[in-house]
Nanobody, 115 residues
Framework: QVQLVESGGGLVQPGGSLRLSCAAS????????MGWYRRAPGKEREMVAR???????NYADFAKGRITISRDNAWNTLYLEMNSLKPEDTAVYYC?????????WGQGTQVTVSS
């Protein structure tokens, strides 16, 4: 069983930056896939960025050039660096990890982009 705890969300002005963190209770080194998803009000959950087999990073079109996903195996932490934030980035952001046969989600962290 892996527990995931996101942090780093908050209120930021348009054009600002945030760095989200996802701390795992166990090792994520052997994860098959890990990533960040978001759900905006009234919308379905969507993928923001993910790392496949520890190497390949996929980004949603809206994230390319503005958002970077990274991992720190030593600290069992997944990060999401977000720059040039827009009001449409407002959402709850969730961390997700697939480890063996298990699929784990964090509780989410709210990101609000507003002036």
């Amino acid at each position: 069983q892996v527990q995931l705890v996101e942090s780093g969300g908050g209120l930021v002005q348009p054009g600002g930056s945030l760095r989200l963190s996802c701390a795992a209770s166990g090792s994520i080194f052997s994860s098959n896939a890990m990533g960040w998803y978001r759900r905006a009000p009234g919308k379905e959950r969507e993928m923001v960025a993910r790392i496949i087999n520890g190497i390949v990073a996929n980004y949603a079109d809206f994230a390319k050039g503005r958002i970077t996903i990274s991992r720190d195996n030593a600290w069992n932490t997944l990060y999401l660096e977000m720059n040039s934030l827009k009001p449409e980035d407002t959402a709850v952001y969730y961390c997700h990890i697939i480890l063996g046969a298990g699929s784990y989600w964090g509780q989410g962290t709210q990101v609000t982009v507003s002036s």
